[in-house]
């Protein structure tokens, strides 16, 4: 019965985390759901144990969604269950109710958190991939500053991030929720034996003209096709101006394989297979937010399988 | 520690608690609620499943302090006294609980579902359950309980059970009675091994090679001793007796002394006070290795400068060369008019029972111990029993098993795991000691299904008729020979298919390696080589333009066919009418516009695909037989059926209990079954080869039939009346006007110095050795099965929408049961095609975590249809055969026949690679040589 940490705390305030964190001189870890950190300790036959972990899911602000000043804020304690059943996200932020409720199952979504999802820095993580096209933004505390970011900021290299290990803090996200003419959507590309990541998921963000024919706007995230989340910078710029029809929207499926290099990573996919579906997924989920975008519906696809 | 407050099950609890403590271990090992179990603590199996606040969490992973003031519900707080929940009793009612392990997870979550989803879809429920397994039921029964128990809530008629029509039910045989320990199992006090607990009490942990081949040039265990809390470290020079155990041959060290030969190898044994502490140890233990060339492949193995791995082994690398030899092979070539010549390729599998492996070794003097004992869920408690002794140098009798409740096996708990280590380390410390793997342990240690090449070559007339089936199979036995030469004779000898046919040559090699070692697995050698040979029957017919089922139909052995190993059928052959039911069924999916067997809509590809397969009952193959039952009344008018016979979920429990009801006409739930105690039930050999309803169903009715007659003399006395006139009648044994109480027969026996219990020990029918002809086994079950696929043309991803399937078992003693053994068999059948592989890479496995091996979940459960034929055998219990292992035999070659029906892509490498079946695709290749595996 391996030991996976030592101590466990669970402060209700932010100082309390910080004061708990400079006690333990970097040896603490910040822990939410803690349904990738410590499946990960679990994992590691020669994991010595966390000397400290610091539970930030009771501390209430970081636990809420809420509306300020145009943006949606997500606190780092946010479960993926609480994402899935918003009602203020289910139309304004699709993708990100899409993402969230694709991970793992119904258990795992309701401790997990988004915050911990993205703080673990993979390049494929779900979540990510929406926060990537909806522009969002990261509140942070590094170096002992408390500040907003791009999310993009974050990402330093795959599983890594900006933030110090038992020194900075994730608090949360903000972006701005998607209004008339703008809608988003995410899909994703998995295999049924033994691999967590997908194999590609595509974040997909538009906006259209008023005569809700022409692409006004579009972010596109797809991963893993970088060491970081990579926004597909070349289709966002190509597709601006263009009637928002499938053959469009098969041009910029085209374009997105011409420009991306996906690689094969072992037991997950080759190169090749990525490249044939990079564009299959783009082009599926540009369709469905497209549609969304005109109809000014949305109903979350795929959730919970 | 710390103090925990925190209100579980509607009590508000205080608890000075480790600070290292999951939710999981809080319940079990503070609390003492073990109705929660845990089976992967990786997040990942789900049936750790509580509610904190009425939201299901995984509390493997959960930490205890987390939970804090908040409420929890566990599997003991979900009945309201005596009351069952609605779930409990439909769990029961529907035949979803098999070895019940599972069970509470299952529960738990479906009760956070119903309290938010009055009326839950097979969506809504496949949403909820998509994380928490089943390895048994295969989740039909699951999705019928929970919507049967929803609409129980809402006021409504429960559902009707699902049970299936079956021909001539007695009065308890073929009748779906509910299992036996269903009720404990549902609400949580069943106990598995690691629910023990005795006063104490070690834990220990086992120190396992990191290397798949090296030399051992020294053990330093002294820093290990050192440390507070630890009672033993023990090596190989500890080992009392002969440092080796193992099934068929005695190869396999009970701890290493100078080689190591797979990464898992056990070097080192430690108990503690805690199993945290014996963690610390084993990492204080040192261990110098010399690595030594690694053999990891079984072709390699078999050539001349692979490294000997066992040098006393007479062939060296080659366990074993098994041969089937029938008729004139190239006469039988020369006739044929179309030949197919292909090679196909299986990996090494998982059993992934959702208990890990667990025993517990007590000191002889021990509280009421009186000899060493050992407490193990284990499919084979005797010869367990065996090699402790051995391995401890004791007699035979001066060793006790006690057989608890088994949490899975389908083959994996047949060889020793912890049983000698434990008795070992009871020994030294004179304490109860406790050894539990983890999950990740598990995955390592244990012998797996072996991975094979099989070259097989098929040749037919242009009616259809086969003429020849040459082969030649590699199986990878891995590091010990556990039960591969067993296996792979069953994978040479049913290398032919459930086909006549008149010439055969198969050659099959069982070589060592230093892979984890392959030995038992649902299926049993057969599931590997029905890939092979029912893609090449497919193969044939197209060629021929024969349609798949005529083909099959074409061949089929019926009664009066000679196998390819010599032996006569001479009855219960139900193949035809198997294929008959699934052909009748595939036509009928039509819905009147006639039968395609492909078709497309849009970009995704649908494909029907058929595949037969037969399974022997019983050892065979030469191999004595036997099982012995045991039968008591007592004086309360009840009976207790005792054997040393395994039930894993599978179900010879109940099988027996119904066959004692049955011979004395006593109400079912009036028996009581002891199962697997060496001291106290007879011994019922091994639970495997489909044999325990075969030959201790048969015991058990031996018994039984001594008992009535032992008590109907008794009765025919006091009543002054001749004893073939007295009948049974629950409980009553009447002549005429006159009737005595079963219950005051028993009395008046014991008091006139008679005993009302009888013993049986059944000889199932004598076989043959493999190659002297003559009859191989005593039955063969047989089963045909179709596959409806989808293939999304754009991504390779495949989906099984429905299997279709008929299976001859004789009889079905219990068919509800029998049904789950078909679906779960199918399930699992489902996994070996499509999701599952267990990686090895130069000996070194990858696959170390559950996460990394995806059994499938209730999400990937397509609709079942199953029929049952029932061609009695005559020496079977009222007919009965084997169901075990047949229907997770055929499911791969015909999900791989409807893929290739769908999509023109052949499938010789498994599991299905849909990055590969996509890529063969676009470049219009026909063939994948590749698997998920290979994706490198």
Request: glycine share 8%; with cysteine.
């Amino acid at each position: 019965m391996m030991k996976l940490w030592n101590h466990y705390y669970t402060p209700t305030t932010i100082d309390e985390v910080q004061t708990l964190l400079a006690q333990y001189q970097g040896r603490a870890r910040i822990v939410a759901g803690g349904t990738d950190l410590l499946v990960d300790a679990r994992a590691d036959e020669h994991h010595t144990p966390f000397e400290a972990l610091v539970d930030i899911t009771r501390i209430r602000d970081l636990a809420r969604i809420h509306e300020d000043e145009g943006y949606l804020h997500i606190g780092a304690g946010v479960t993926h269950t609480q994402i899935v059943k918003s009602t203020s996200l289910v139309e304004r932020a699709t993708c990100l109710v899409e993402s969230c409720g694709v991970v793992g199952g119904p258990q795992v979504r309701n401790v997990g958190t988004l915050g911990g999802n993205v703080a673990h820095a993979l390049p494929a993580a779900d979540g990510t991939t929406s926060l990537v096209a909806l522009a969002a933004e990261v509140e942070v505390v590094h170096s002992g500053q408390r500040k907003w970011l791009p999310l993009q900021e974050l990402f330093v290299g795959p599983g890594q991030s900006l933030l110090e290990q038992g020194r900075d803090l994730l608090l949360g996200f903000r972006f701005e929720p998607c209004r008339e003419r703008e809608a988003s959507a995410f899909k994703r590309i998995m295999r049924p034996q033994g691999v967590a990541l997908p194999i590609l998921g595509c974040a997909v963000w538009v906006r259209l003209d008023t005569t809700r024919s022409t692409f006004e706007a579009v972010r596109v995230c797809i991963a893993p096709v970088a060491p970081t989340p990579h926004r597909v910078a070349e289709v966002e710029t190509a597709i601006m101006g263009m009637t928002a029809t499938s053959d469009t929207i098969e041009s910029m499926a085209e374009l997105a394989q011409k420009v991306l290099n996906p690689r094969t990573s072992k037991y997950r996919a080759t190169a090749a297979y990525r490249f044939e579906v990079i564009g299959v997924l783009l082009r599926r989920t540009l369709t469905l937010a497209v549609e969304r975008a005109r109809t000014g519906k949305a109903v979350p696809e795929g959730v919970g399988v | 520690m710390t103090l925990l407050t925190i209100t579980v099950n509607g009590e508000q609890v205080e608890y000075d608690t480790l600070e290292s403590r999951t939710l999981a271990q809080f319940l079990r090992y503070d609390l003492g609620l073990t109705g929660t179990k845990i089976g992967c603590e990786e997040a990942e199996c789900g049936i750790c499943t509580v509610l904190v606040d009425g939201v299901p969490v995984d509390s493997c992973i959960y930490p205890a302090l987390k939970a804090e003031g908040r409420t929890i519900l566990t599997i003991e707080g979900l009945a309201h006294g005596e009351e069952l929940h609605p779930l409990q009793s439909s769990f029961i009612r529907h035949g979803a609980v098999q070895c019940g392990f599972c069970t509470p997870g299952l529960i738990m979550t479906s009760a956070a579902l119903l309290e938010e989803n009055a009326e839950p879809s097979e969506h809504d429920i496949k949403v909820a359950l998509k994380d928490t397994y089943c390895r048994c039921t295969g989740y039909t029964s699951v999705i019928q309980a929970i919507q049967s128990a929803a609409r129980q809530k809402r006021g409504l008629e429960p559902l009707s059970v699902n049970d299936p029509v079956v021909d001539e039910p007695m009065e308890v045989i073929s009748r779906s009675v509910p299992p036996q320990e269903v009720r404990e199992k549902v609400v949580g006090t069943a106990k598995y091994t690691d629910d023990y607990v005795f006063p104490e009490m070690l834990f220990a942990r086992t120190l396992r090679s990191p290397l798949p081949h090296a030399r051992i040039l020294s053990v330093d265990i002294e820093k290990a001793k050192a440390l507070p809390g630890v009672k033993a470290v023990l090596t190989h020079k500890d080992v009392p007796g002969e440092n080796l155990h193992g099934l068929v041959y005695r190869d396999w060290p009970v701890l290493c002394h100078d080689v190591v030969r797979y990464v898992g190898d056990a070097v080192a044994i430690v108990a503690a006070e805690s199993a945290e502490i014996a963690d610390e140890a084993l990492a204080l233990i040192k261990v110098e290795y010399e690595p030594l060339p690694v053999v990891a492949d079984p072709k390699y193995a078999h050539t001349a400068e692979a490294p000997i791995l066992h040098p006393n082994h007479p062939t060296g690398n080659l366990l074993k060369h098994i041969k089937v030899r029938h008729g004139d092979i190239e006469q039988g070539f020369a006739e044929a008019d179309v030949i197919v010549e292909r090679e196909y390729r299986t990996p090494t599998t998982e059993h992934a029972f959702l208990e890990p492996e667990c025993a517990i070794g007590v000191p002889a003097g021990f509280d009421e111990h009186d000899k060493l004992t050992v407490y193990v869920g284990s499919q084979i408690p005797y010869q367990d029993r065996n090699q402790i002794a051995l391995a401890m140098g004791l007699p035979e009798e001066n060793v006790r098993v006690i057989g608890t409740l088994i949490g899975g096996g389908f083959g994996g708990k047949e060889d020793i795991a912890g049983q000698i280590h434990v008795a070992m380390l009871a020994i030294v410390t004179g304490k109860p000691v406790k050894m539990l793997y983890s999950r990740q342990e598990s995955l390592i240690f244990h012998p797996k299904r072996h991975a094979t090449i099989i070259r097989i070559k098929t040749g037919a007339k242009k009616d259809g008729k086969l003429t020849a089936v040459q082969a030649e199979l590699y199986g990878d036995g891995g590091a010990y020979a556990s039960l591969s030469d067993k296996v792979m004779t069953r994978a040479t000898t049913h290398a032919t298919g459930p086909y006549d046919i008149p010439n055969a040559k198969i050659d099959c090699f069982a070589m060592y390696t230093n892979n984890v070692p392959s030995g038992a697995f649902r299926g049993f050698g057969v599931t590997q080589s029905a890939f092979a040979v029912e893609q090449n029957m497919d193969l044939l017919a197209e060629q021929l333009g024969i349609d798949p089922v005529e083909m099959r139909l074409i061949n089929a052995q019926k009664v009066g066919v000679t196998t390819a190993t010599g032996q006569l059928l001479h009855e219960s052959v139900g193949l035809i009418e198997t294929i008959e039911d699934v052909k009748g069924d595939m036509q009928a999916s039509g819905n009147g516009h006639g039968f395609r067997w492909a078709w497309r809509e849009g970009h995704k590809a649908y494909g029907w695909g058929i595949a037969c397969a037969y399974k022997n009952t019983g050892l065979g193959g030469g191999a004595p037989d036997k099982s012995e039952a045991e039968i008591e009344a007592y004086e309360d008018g009840t009976l207790e059926v005792r054997t040393a016979a395994a039930d894993m979920g599978q179900g010879i429990a109940h099988v027996v209990a119904q066959i004692a009801a049955e011979e004395m006409q006593l109400g079912y739930e009036q028996v009581k079954v002891l199962l697997c105690d060496t001291d106290l039930t007879p011994n019922g050999g091994p639970t495997t080869a489909s044999r325990q309803t075969f030959v201790t169903g048969n015991a058990a009715r031996g018994a039984a039939i001594a008992l009535r007659e032992a008590i109907t003399r008794s009765a025919a006395e006091m009543m002054d009346v001749p004893p073939e006139n007295i009948r049974y009648e629950e409980g009553l044994l009447r002549h005429n006007g006159d009737s005595v109480e079963l219950k005051n027969v028993v009395k008046w026996m014991k008091a006139n110095g008679l005993s009302p219990r009888t013993k049986h020990e059944y000889w199932a029918p004598k076989t043959q050795p493999l190659g002297t002809g003559g009859k191989m086994h005593v039955a063969f079950s047989y089963a045909t099965q179709a596959a409806l696929v989808e293939v999304d043309t754009e991504t390779g991803e495949v989906d099984v929408l429905k299997i279709l399937s008929s299976t001859d078992i004789g009889r079905a003693i219990n068919p509800l049961m029998l049904q789950g053994q078909i679906e779960g068999g199918i399930i699992m059948a489902m996994g070996n095609c499509l999701t599952e592989s267990f990686i090895v890479e130069d000996g070194v496995p990858w696959t170390r975590l559950l996460s990394r091996y995806k059994m499938p979940s209730i999400k990937q459960m397509p609709e079942i249809t199953s029929h049952l034929v029932e061609a009695r055998s005559s020496d079977g219990p009222y007919g009965a055969k084997g169901v075990g292992e047949i229907p997770s035999i055929n499911t791969t070659p015909a999900i791989c026949n409807a893929i290739y029906n769908a999509t023109g892509v052949r499938i010789y490498s498994i599991p299905v690679d849909q990055d590969a079946l996509l890529l063969a695709l676009r470049a219009g290749r026909k063939e994948i040589h590749t698997a998920w595996h290979d994706v490198k």
